[in-house]
């Protein structure tokens, strides 16, 4: 736990009980979410192969978890840590220009 709070720059042991509560809810959360969003596209595994629907609904939980991770941090009071985790995240997969300001 204390080199989770070290390299996290966390400081109470409830903080992160909450972040990693926050990471195994919203990963149901996204699945559960991807569901109407897959239907809502016209795709569903009795229209089409599950060797399509499976990897496009894989593919989609992706953007979802990433979008809904500061919501649900937000709820558990840990918005500003999910926003850093989000931005730098985003930086390592080339878009970090989402997130530069001009000065």
């Known amino acids: 736990m204390e080199k989770l ?7 109470s042991n409830w903080s ?10 919203n990963g149901s959360f996204a699945a ?3 569901k109407p969003v897959t239907n809502f596209l016209g795709l569903n595994p ?15 939980i992706f953007p979802i978890y ?3 991770l500061p919501i649900v941090g937000w709820v558990f009071g840990q918005f500003k840590f999910f926003w850093a985790f989000e931005k ?4 390592r997969l080339g878009l970090g220009f989402l997130f530069k300001q001009e000065d």
């Open 88 to 91: 730098k995240f985003l930086t």
């Open 32 to 34: 559960w979410v991807a």
């Open 46 to 60: 009795e229209t089409i192969s599950g060797w399509i629907y499976w990897p496009l609904r894989i593919l989609l």
């Open 16 to 25: 992160i009980l909450a972040i990693l509560i926050v990471f195994a809810i």
């Open 5 to 11: 709070k070290e390299r996290w720059g966390i400081e």
């Open 66 to 68: 990433q979008l809904t």
